[in-house]
């Protein structure tokens, strides 16, 4: 102790280096509202940025810290001193892009990354989880992270344009919810893929992204007649007899040859189970949203919950009333369909629900969180019930074939099931579903959702 006292210079330079402040932008984690935000045209997204106030006596004191016993010595450590110097110009952002839109920032082995970082002298740290949504910039000056940190803004708001970054939610109407609406679904899809009843349980919990492509050859191979040499073991001789049981008849040879023509029938049609949608996902789709990271899911759902008044008042407070009857194709003609739906009627035709799905596209628009290319388009509800956007690629498809993977022939199925009457059902809510993500009821992931009329208000 006596070594501090008897060198007072020491402590009189720290106090004049506490005197000048300095600013110095700190890696922060952003705020989802209250933080300023870069723009850009067409869609609105955001990047979290905070700048705090740094003195450098906090940076004198945590280099102290780091050598505490240079100060009891006395000893003017210089490396502390330059060590103080490059903290204070040492620039550093944390940015909030989506674990989604992270790979764009990356680019193809890393050469978009490389590029950002040599044009603009900076560092991007990536996040080491595909859990983490915000990345980092670390440069030694504020007009280099700035820069950087709008080169990867402008990458994100072109990726999002683009068909490389899926959707990820959309608002929907459930009819899942109606377990016989879901019943039929299921006898819909057995009857046109040919299973028994007695699978019924098994498709209802089915995958609509599941591959049979190994249990549907196992099928095709026991359908197909082989010559099988069985070798038999004689032990009195012991002697070993071949016998060829190809020629020996089966007495279910018969059924394998009928599911084998079926399935060389669903083969032609290029129908498969994969391109059915999930029975317990049946939904009508309102509006289709790219939410790539946390404030644009959060955003999302405030604007729902908000606008719930707004919907019962479209509603007329009443509960609304559904009709679902035969199939339309959307794309293509019967025999190259892309996507076949039952088409829906509102109950009473007083275009309630039109006017219910207007206030919510409206409403998410104003906020900001719908494409451009999105905007303005004509609102067609409908239930899909086979899409090949779904089917499961098996290889490298090309010219023709693929052209043929793209589509299904849909006449037999119209043929069958083009009268069909699926029923009459309450919509009950509308729902911010995201997508590939499910709940336990095996409905889409709720991230909102609000309550339509259930019972009638008396006056």
Not at 179 to 193: C, I, T
Not at 251 to 272: M, T
Not at 335 to 346: G, K
Request: with cysteine; hydrophobic share 35%.
């Amino acid at each position: 102790m006596g070594g501090v006292k008897n060198k007072p210079g020491t402590m009189d330079k720290k106090k004049r280096r506490k005197s000048t402040p300095v600013w110095r932008p700190v890696c922060t984690k952003a705020s989802s509202l209250e933080e300023p935000v870069i723009k850009d045209v067409g869609v609105k997204s955001e990047i979290g940025i905070q700048m705090q106030e740094v003195n450098e006596s906090t940076i004198e004191v945590m280099d102290a810290t780091v050598s505490p016993k240079a100060l009891e010595d006395g000893i003017e450590d210089e490396a502390i001193k330059e060590k103080a110097v490059l903290s204070s110009a040492k620039h550093s952002l944390s940015v909030e892009v989506g674990a989604s839109v992270i790979r764009f920032v990356r680019g193809k082995e890393g050469s978009t990354k490389e590029k950002i970082e040599k044009e603009t002298g900076v560092q991007i740290i990536l996040p080491s989880s595909k859990q983490e949504d915000a990345i980092i910039i670390e440069g030694t000056s504020a007009d280099s992270v700035t820069k950087a940190s709008k080169e990867i803004q402008h990458i994100i708001d072109e990726a999002v344009k683009t068909p490389s970054l899926d959707y990820s939610h959309f608002v929907s109407l459930p009819l899942a919810i109606h377990p016989e609406l879901v019943d039929k679904l299921v006898n819909f899809q057995n009857s046109v893929l040919g299973i028994n009843d007695t699978c019924v349980g098994e498709n209802l919990e089915g995958n609509s992204d599941e591959d049979d492509s190994e249990s549907d050859a196992q099928d095709q191979q026991l359908g197909e007649g082989s010559a099988v040499a069985v070798e038999l073991k004689v032990t009195d001789d012991r002697e070993s007899v071949k016998v060829d049981i190809s020629s020996i008849p089966l007495v279910s040879s018969a059924p394998k040859e009928v599911k084998k023509s079926k399935s060389s029938g669903l083969s032609d049609s290029r129908i498969e189970k994969s391109i059915f949608i999930k029975p317990k996902t049946f939904h009508l789709t309102v509006l289709m949203l790219k939410l790539w990271n946390k404030e644009r899911v959060s955003l999302a759902t405030e604007v729902l919950k908000s606008i719930s008044p707004k919907v019962m008042d479209a509603l007329d407070n009443r509960p609304l009333f559904v009709r679902l009857k035969g199939l339309d194709c959307m794309k293509g003609s019967l025999d190259r369909a892309r996507v076949a739906y039952a088409p829906i009627e509102e109950i009473g035709s007083e275009n309630r629900l039109s006017r219910a799905c207007q206030v919510i596209i409206d409403a998410f628009v104003e906020a900001g969180l719908v494409l451009e290319r999105d905007i303005g388009h004509e609102l067609k509800l409908h239930a899909t019930v086979m899409n090949v956007k779904h089917r499961k690629r098996r290889g490298n498809r090309r010219g023709n074939r693929r052209a043929k993977a793209n589509s299904f022939n849909a006449r037999s199925i119209f043929e069958q099931f083009g009268s069909k009457e699926w029923g009459e059902y309450l919509i009950r809510e509308a729902h911010l579903s995201q997508r590939f993500k499910y709940d336990e009821n095996g409905y889409y992931h709720c991230c909102a959702s609000i309550p339509f009329p259930e019972n009638m208000q008396l006056c």
